[in-house]
T-cell receptor, first 115, second 115 residues
Framework: GESVGLHLPTLSVQEGDNSIINCAYS??????FIWYKQESGKGPQFIID?????DKRQGQRVTVLLNKTVKHLSLQIAATQPGDSAVYFC??????????????FGKGTHLIIQP | DSGVTQTPKHLITATGQRVTLRCSPR?????VYWYQQSLDQGLQFLIQ???????AKGNILERFSAQQFPDLHSELNLSSLELGDSALYFC??????????????FGSGTRLTVV
């Protein structure tokens, strides 16, 4: 079946550097993508989302890039801070309006911040 | 606090037993989703309810069922529990039948341990 997956299970970066977390998806019908952050003992926390009619979207210190040609999604975190340490998940949905079928999540990337 | 409330936070029970997990969605949200997070399967969509009606089913076992009540809170019932059912169970809510720009809002989860 189709799935969403992440390229790297663990990413270690120096505090203050920029982080890039990648995600590949295989469902060409995917229309809506979300990045979540999950800290230990907590539920996934929304970071940023993007719809398939966009290539880029920026938030506070975060940018999501979508390349539909190669079915690739990335999350860029600027000036990484210790509080950014967490597992990051990409998720996708083929339904941009109705919301049925829930989200398909990738396996997750553990971001480790080195002091 | 995400606004989505899940109880209990922790649950330990024996194989063969039945448990009920409860979720109160964020105020104003009509749609509730249930997800299971295990080490080997990651985050898996189980089922969605919208305004009291079942809307979509994911990888939910026949031993599991859910419902959404008139006050919009939802319960996930897990029966004939097996060791492999040990996992984190998350509830998420959205405002409409689908998503909002800020994505699905997750609760803190219920950690179920089957012994």
């Amino acid at each position: 079946g189709e799935s969403v997956g992440l390229h790297l299970p663990t990413l270690s970066v120096q505090e203050g550097d920029n982080s890039i977390i990648n995600c590949a998806y295989s469902n060409s019908a995917s229309d809506y993508f979300i990045w979540y952050k999950q800290e230990s003992g907590k539920g996934p926390q929304f970071i940023i989302d993007i719809r398939s009619n966009m290539d880029k979207r920026q938030g506070q210190r975060v940018t999501v890039l979508l390349n539909k040609t190669v079915k690739h999604l990335s999350l860029q975190i600027a000036a990484t801070q210790p509080g950014d340490s967490a597992v990051y998940f990409c998720a996708e949905s083929p339904d941009s309006g109705g919301g049925a079928d829930g989200l398909t999540f990738g396996k997750g990337t553990h971001l480790i911040i080195q002091p | 606090d995400s606004g989505v409330t899940q109880t209990p936070k922790h649950l330990i029970t024996a194989t063969g037993q039945r448990v009920t997990l409860r979720c109160s969605p964020r105020s104003g949200d009509l749609s509730v989703y249930w997800y299971q997070q295990s080490l080997d399967q990651g985050l898996q969509f189980l089922i969605q309810y919208y305004n009291g009606e079942e809307r979509a089913k994911g990888n939910i076992l026949e031993r599991f069922s859910a419902q959404q009540f008139p006050d919009l809170h939802s319960e996930l019932n897990l029966s004939s529990l097996e060791l492999g059912d040990s996992a984190l169970y998350f509830c998420a809510s959205t405002g409409t039948g689908g998503h909002r720009l800020e994505g699905y809002t997750f609760g803190s989860g219920t950690r179920l341990t089957v012994v």
